[in-house]
């Protein structure tokens, strides 16, 4: 399979195997030997109409491609990022099976559910409603920011081996990081009790029966079998094509780490946020509002947690209070805050930083002042103000409304 990949990864052929004139055949990953049709960024005439029974979607597959805003692309030497012809129809696959309730057992929910593209993929209450009246037992994490970091864009590029490894670095899944992977994180998900409830083999069954789903997988994997396996990985392909680095935030980052001057000014408030981030925030968030500069821990808030986080998982007291630092990427738009939703607004989070910040045995030292106690940042009113704008310039408002990641069916 690598070898082919060598081989193919970087022709697309114009090669014209069904006869069809305007048709392109992009030649760059042969899961299935010998099967060609499969290879089109094109659905052919007959496909596109029994999907289109069901779909809104068109007739031909974009590719993706991503600028790479020059601060993150300084240290992964990336200026664009080009998602393969492979990555395209299995991330359509993923789309499609993101916004299917059939995912669920009582067809109550599915992926889009608890992760709203117009709240940057993430849920608007604390607690998002599963299936059969249950609730979750945590707060719904964005999906906007995942792959927005170097070195590699995940999802983009890689190889299209069914066995993909960990696409995120060091970057685990949920808020006790129990995932190593999204595809590991989608087989909890779908199976999990409260929230979808279904056997991934049963939904595999079904959905091969599927006219639409037939014509889908085919598309993306050269073959109707459409696995568990191959269910999970069009979910994280979709998942993973779901990039936001289009933002004011961006602007400000290539003007102070390059001297790249801007289309757009920053205000004063905007500036003077971006000083205290960096100050206060950053050597867990990280600067570039990308991958974290500390995966776990503690940010006190809570003198002893209900919900033990990484301990709960581990059963290590140690690691009691500690859960994974979300990424702020269109913050703005994903509260209630927190892997329990508790602070309702932005104004809410940065009083806890300034002023709420509690002693917890595994407070992380980063939290802590000289003298170990914590570090209640004690904020004026107007760096407080300061610190929602800036964090409000992360809002990737194309991604929002992207076309690519909206809802497919006929509704
Ligand atoms: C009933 C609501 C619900 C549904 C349905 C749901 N999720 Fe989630 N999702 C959550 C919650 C809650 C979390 C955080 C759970 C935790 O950390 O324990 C989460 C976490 C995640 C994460 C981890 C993100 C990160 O950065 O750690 C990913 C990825 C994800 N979901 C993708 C999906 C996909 C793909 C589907 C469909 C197969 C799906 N979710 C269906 C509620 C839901
Ligand atoms: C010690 C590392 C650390 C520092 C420093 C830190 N945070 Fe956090 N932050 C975290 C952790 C861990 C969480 C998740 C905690 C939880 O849910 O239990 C979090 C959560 C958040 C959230 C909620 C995001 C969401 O999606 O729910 C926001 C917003 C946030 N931090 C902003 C800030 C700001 C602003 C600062 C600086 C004033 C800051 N953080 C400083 C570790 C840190």
Not at 43 to 50: K, L, Q, V
Not at 63 to 83: A, C, F, K, Y
Not at 226 to 237: G, M, N, Q, S, V
Request: aromatic fraction near 8%; charge should be negative; hydrophobic fraction near 35%.
């Amino acid at each position: 399979m690598k070898k082919l990949l060598i081989l193919f990864a970087f022709g697309a052929f114009g090669l014209n195997l069904t006869g069809c004139l305007e048709e392109t055949v992009t030649v760059d990953s042969p899961e299935v030997d010998g099967f060609s049709n499969s290879f089109s960024l094109q659905f052919n005439d007959s496909e596109f109409e029994a999907l289109s029974q069901s779909l809104e979607i068109d007739q031909a597959i974009t590719m993706n491609s991503v600028e790479v805003p020059l601060h993150i692309g300084r240290s992964s030497g990336l200026s664009t990022v080009d998602q393969t012809s492979s990555d395209a129809r299995k991330a359509l696959l993923g789309r499609v099976l993101f916004h299917d309730t059939r995912l669920s057992a009582t067809g109550e929910t599915s992926c889009e559910s608890c992760h709203k593209q117009a709240a940057a993929f993430s849920d608007d209450v604390a607690f998002s409603n599963g299936i059969n009246g249950a609730v979750t037992k945590r707060n719904s994490i964005a999906l906007g920011s995942v792959p927005t970091f170097s070195p590699v864009i995940s999802g983009y590029g890689s190889s299209g081996d069914e066995q993909t490894a960990r696409i995120e670095g060091d970057v685990k899944f949920f808020w006790d990081e129990r995932a190593n992977t999204i595809k590991e994180q989608s087989e909890a998900t779908i199976q999990d009790e409260l929230e979808m409830g279904k056997d991934l083999h049963e939904l595999s069954r079904e959905l091969k029966e599927q006219e639409m789903y037939k014509i889908l997988s085919m598309k993306a994997f050269g073959t109707t079998d459409l696995t568990p396996d191959r269910i999970t990985l069009a979910l994280e392909k979709f998942t993973s094509s779901i990039v936001s680095m289009n933002t004011r935030f961006d602007q400000l980052r290539d003007q102070q780490v390059l001297g790249v001057s801007s289309p757009g000014s920053f205000t004063e408030a905007e500036l003077l946020g971006s000083e205290l981030f960096r100050n206060s925030c950053s050597s867990c968030h990280g600067d570039e509002m990308g991958k974290p500069r500390v995966n776990i821990a503690s940010n006190g808030l809570d003198e002893v947690y209900t919900d033990k986080g990484v301990g709960e998982l581990s059963g290590n007291s140690w690691q009691n209070g500690i859960f994974k630092v979300p990424f702020l990427r269109n913050v703005a738009l994903t509260g209630p805050y927190m892997h329990d939703g508790r602070f309702n607004t932005l104004r809410e989070v940065v009083d806890h930083y300034s002023e709420g910040i509690q002693d917890h045995i595994n407070l992380h030292p980063n939290l802590k002042g000289n003298n170990s106690q914590p570090r209640r940042m004690n904020f004026t009113e107007n760096e407080k103000q300061a610190l929602i704008e800036f964090l409000n310039m992360t809002t990737d408002h194309t991604m929002l409304v992207d076309a690519r990641f909206s809802n497919p069916f006929r509704q």
